[in-house]
């Protein structure tokens, strides 16, 4: 099994470099992107880990994999590899652990990432909150996880093309000591079948590709340059785009960057440089920000590469999210850094805490006394889909549908909190008057019915607490001692705060019989009191002269679930549309609860989330017909049924190349010169066809049917590619299959003294496949062009 990154990420800011830098703010102006807006360029894309499983799921690895650290035993609070609990109610199978049930009192259950479903229902949230392109993490494929993972890619293939998401292959080299020859029989025997998938993300027309782990000074990656450069170069001569997943200090080559790999990180066409667990506050990003990205974003701009840095959520377990603010604050310094793209440190990492997926948001539904944080943890109510939905926003700040903003737009909790149930103070943060030795305050909320809390020596009253995380309606009190122990009475006055400072008597002094024939259990309704804070003063104890609680369970009035949908939205009609946006707006729907939200649908894909009845949809293509659709939701995420829809056709471009960043397709290609450099923006790139083998092709497919009326063919501008004339047509297609003649063959000049450039323009017709066919050429035996523009006129 491969090493976790949790484990040799360990550098925040104490005696690194960081830590005696500067953190005044600085401002940097957008900078213009190397390559045109692509599947990464201008995109969201989310790490993808899809490595968990459990017995029965038939997955080749067997056993609790990813789950636990024993992977032959069922994962518990002492066998486990997880921070975070995920919320369980949209997958349709899971499996049962040995963690103790939920504070609702469910069995505490995980899924599978081999079930279809899982995946599906992950790539449904990509879809559904506006994450772009998932990178599928792949470790070491040569030994036993191979099979597994091999699966996975076509599980994932699958769901992304079910939900219109892209993926490309992220591969990891941690303990990955024969990465050199491997990789390259795992990408020609294995992993390139995928590229044929509409679903495969493709940059400048190429495909995607990303290597995670050149250059980190960790023991697990010993790799000198050499090696690393040539595997790099091999991908691109396969005609593919490299992503490159490089230390946080790669520039300077300190800290985590081994020195004397700058070469290696200049070589890739992207470079996304590693943060989880570098910063733990907003002041450190932003110190980061100032004294690290900046110069890494200059150094990029310089040379032409990519930068598609990392942003995070923070970690859940160490108490690093601030419901929200650290997340924002990471997506908006890098969007106002003028990034090319975001790659968010990770989808489902519920090993390190960094998730977005959706999350327990309570203790209710996270095994009680398991000791990990819910998304409430510092007493802000969040709902399971908060991170996505940062995400969502932060992909729409990102592509300018969204003004620039250091102040979080998105709230935690969309509607009414959701009712928490089950046991309040299991696992919450206790304290207490005193403690006798290790009989600390935690133990009256832990899982082991055997440990208690007993206060020091000294005089009544003493007092225990609990902090439940937000306010709530409590109703209930269930004390325990040890089953074991002897019968004894406690005097004990319960004490309710919202605050932590102003305490109010819920429930007056009165006496507590714990006896063991009945358990050592008292029950006590109490008065529906707001309480975040629940203190019990004890001022006697007839069994011993000390307080004394084995367990504390607070419980709250429970709300019945809501499992009405709103109705559905009417009257959708299109107010105003521009050549790349539609606005829209519907009547509002009802709900028995309360309507919270609207999704604005483009077939089945989700393109807009507002809490009003107006929306516009924005990154439209001109002179194209478009179908919207709108749901509405409400508080319980019960969805509505779908709108009539609207349909419109967005208004015609002002003459912009319609094939740059494209998909590109040709007949044949040598070396590295495939079909995806004619629309990479690269006038020094080019698209070479096999020797003597006329005739060739090199072919862009527009995304969707579009008037075409002109294309401008060139060749490098360089005088050393001496004047040629090559003989070319070409030809339009709608579907792909039967082309027609848009130009007739005849002899064009390319002759560098004109720039190494021809226009040719003719009759409009509607195309979305445009070919351009060479069947001569008098400079070299082959097809040769290195851009290929097509506009409407």
């Known amino acids: ?449 055997g440990s208690y809390w007993e206060s020091g020596s000294g005089s009544f009253p003493h007092w225990w607490q609990v902090d439940l995380g937000v306010s709530h309606q409590v109703n209930k009190l269930v004390l325990r001692l040890p089953a074991g122990w002897g019968a004894r009475t406690q005097s004990i006055t319960v004490q309710g705060s919202v605050d932590g400072g102003s305490f109010a008597t819920i429930a007056g002094a009165s006496a507590f019989a714990f006896d063991p024939a009945t358990g050592n259990t008292v029950t006590r309704t109490l008065p529906t009191t707001t309480a975040r804070h629940i203190r019990l003063s004890i001022a006697g104890n007839t069994g011993w002269a000390a307080g004394q609680l084995s367990q504390v369970e607070v419980y709250a009035g429970s709300d019945a679930a809501d499992t009405t949908a709103p109705t559905t939205p009417s009257g959708l009609t299109v107010t105003g549309k521009t050549a790349t946006s539609v606005s829209l707006a519907w009547t509002a729907s009802t709900d028995s609860i309360g309507v919270t939200g609207y999704q604005v649908r483009q077939g089945g894909a989700v393109v807009a989330t507002v809490t009003g009845t107006t929306a516009t949809v924005s990154g439209l293509s001109a002179s194209t017909a478009y179908s919207f659709t709108v749901t509405a939701r409400d508080a319980a995420g019960n969805t509505s049924g779908a709108s009539s829809a609207a349909t419109v056709t967005t208004d015609a471009a002002a003459n912009a190349d319609l094939a740059r960043g494209r998909n590109t397709t040709e007949s044949s290609h040598v070396q590295s010169y495939a079909s995806g450099n004619v629309v990479d923006g690269d006038a020094n790139s080019y698209w070479e066809s096999a020797n003597s083998a006329f005739p060739q092709w090199v072919q862009v497919d527009l995304g969707s049917s579009r008037t075409v009326g002109r294309v401008v063919l060139k060749l490098p501008p360089s005088s050393a590619w001496a004047s040629r004339t090559q003989t070319l047509a070409v030809q339009g297609s709608t579907d792909g299959g039967s082309f027609g003649t848009l130009v007739a063959p005849a002899g064009r000049t390319f002759n560098p003294a004109t720039g190494n450039q021809v226009t040719l323009t003719f009759t409009a017709a509607q195309a979305r496949y445009v070919r351009v066919t060479v069947t001569g050429n008098t400079g070299w035996p082959a097809g040769q062009l290195s851009t290929l523009e097509v506009y409407a006129s």
């Open 1 to 449: 099994m491969a090493v976790s990154r949790r484990r040799f990420v360990t550098s925040v800011l104490a005696s690194s470099a960081l830590a005696a830098a500067s953190t005044t703010e600085l401002f940097a102006s957008p900078a213009q992107a190397a390559s045109p807006p692509g599947d990464v360029v201008g995109k969201v894309t989310v790490g993808y880990q899809g490595w968990f499983s459990a017995p029965g799921d038939s997955a080749p690895i067997g056993g609790w994999w990813h789950w636990s650290r024993d992977r032959f035993q069922p994962p518990s609070p002492a066998n486990t590899t997880i921070v975070s609990w995920p919320d369980m109610r949209e997958y349709t199978r899971s499996y049962p652990t040995a963690y103790p049930n939920l504070g609702n009192g469910s069995p505490a259950t995980l899924f599978s990432s081999y079930d279809q479903q899982t995946v599906d229902t992950h790539f449904r949230w990509m879809q559904e909150y506006g994450c772009d392109t998932a990178a599928l993490q792949r470790f070491n494929p040569m030994g036993d996880e191979g099979p597994t993972r091999d699966a996975m890619t076509q599980k994932v293939r699958s769901a992304a093309e079910r939900y219109g998401r892209k993926f490309y292959i992220m591969y990891d080299v941690t303990d990955w000591l024969t990465f050199q020859a491997d990789i390259k029989t795992d990408w020609t025997t294995k992993m390139s079948a995928h590229v044929a998938s509409s679903a495969y993300a493709r940059q400048n027309g190429k495909p995607v590709v990303c290597i995670w782990g050149f250059g980190f000074s960790e023991p697990s990656r010993p790799f000198t340059p050499g090696p690393c450069l040539e595997v790099i170069n091999w991908f691109k001569a396969q005609g593919c785009y490299v992503i490159g997943g490089v230390p946080t200090w790669w520039r300077q080559g300190i800290e985590d960057s081994r020195p004397g790999f700058l070469d290696v990180y200049h070589a890739f066409n992207a470079i996304s440089p590693w943060m989880v667990y570098r910063a733990r506050t907003v002041e450190e990003l932003d110190s980061y920000y100032n004294n690290v990205n900046i110069g890494d974003m200059a150094d990029c701009a310089a040379r032409g590469i990519d930068y598609l840095p990392c942003v995070m959520p923070g970690d859940l377990a160490g108490g690093h999210r601030k419901h929200g603010d650290f997340y924002w604050r990471h997506i908006y310094n890098m969007v106002r850094l003028g990034s090319q793209g975001l790659y968010v440190s990770m989808f489902d990492e519920y090993n390190e805490g960094n998730q977005i997926a959706k999350t327990s948001e309570t203790q209710a539904t996270t095994p009680a006394g398991a000791n990990i944080r819910a998304l409430d943890e510092d007493g802000v109510a969040c709902s399971s889909d908060y991170y996505l939905r940062i995400t969502g926003d932060g992909g729409r700040m990102l592509r300018g549908q969204l003004a620039l903003t250091p102040v979080r737009p998105t709230p935690p909790m969309v509607g009414t909190p959701p009712p928490t149930g089950g046991n309040l103070a299991a696992g919450r943060t206790t304290s207490a008057s005193s403690q006798n030795g290790a009989f600390a305050a935690s133990n009256a909320v832990d899982s082991d019915a």
